[in-house]
């Protein structure tokens, strides 16, 4: 299957700090892995993907790594603003292009 | 240009009634898909379709139906509403990679 999981449910992390949210997954066929911000009352956003051949791929102010030794993603933000709160959900397309999003990791920035 | 299109944003509905949510994209996207979100449990894949006449069924498809007669509409259709139906449905469209999403359709079921 295309389950994916994440590790931590709820990250607090302080303005301006730099957050790391991380991802499990179980395809290992996936030839790609994306990740989606959802703000409250909002529908999911795109925010960066990366394909299976790649390690490692820089946005604005995101990173994201991908170890396929041990399927594992994650998303770094540099300098967390409040803007940023938000759910974060790490998708790992299955076959069909059937994609399922996981229960997601809930970002809460403080001031 | 508006993207991805949900109607109704709100209804409720009592048990055992039907109705219709339309999901309408201007963006010629191939793949449209219906996920609902409860609170705690992420977005689940209710159905999806990959191309206009196609369906293809997700992670929670009992309860629902679909159907993608044109490439611009995705109907998600409650034959028979029941309580667990309760939750926000979202809409998405796209090809390969990244899914645009509409904002959401509340359902209550007394």
């Known amino acids: 299957g295309e389950s994916v999981g994440l590790h931590l449910p709820t990250l607090s992390v302080q303005e301006g700090d730099n957050s790391i949210i991380n991802c499990a997954y179980s395809?290992?066929?996936?030839?790609?892995f994306i990740w989606y911000k959802q703000e409250s009352g909002k529908g999911p956003q795109f925010i960066i993907d990366?394909?299976?051949?790649?390690d490692k791929r820089q946005g604005q102010r995101v990173t994201v790594l991908l170890n396929k030794t041990v399927k594992h993603l994650s998303l770094q933000i540099a300098a967390t603003q409040p803007g940023d709160s938000a759910v974060y959900f790490c998708?790992?397309?299955?076959?069909?292009?059937?994609?399922?999003f996981g229960t997601g990791t809930q970002l809460k920035v403080e001031l | 240009n508006a993207g991805v299109t949900q109607t109704p944003k709100f209804r409720v509905l009592k048990t055992g009634q039907s109705m219709t949510l339309l999901c309408a994209q201007d963006m010629n996207h191939e793949y449209m898909y219906w996920y609902r979100q409860d609170p705690g449990m992420g977005l689940r894949l209710i159905h999806y379709s990959v191309g206009e006449g196609t369906t293809a069924k997700g992670e929670v498809p009992d309860g629902y139906n679909v159907s993608r007669l044109k490439k611009q509409n995705f109907l998600l259709g409650l034959e028979s509403a029941a309580p667990s139906q309760t939750s926000v449905y979202f809409c998405a469209g796209g090809g390969t990679g990244e899914l645009f999403f509409g904002e959401g359709s509340r359902l209550t079921v007394l």
């Open positions: 998708v790992a397309p299955g076959g069909g292009n059937k994609l399922t």
């Open positions: 990366i394909r299976s051949n790649m």
């Open positions: 395809n290992s066929a996936s030839d790609y």
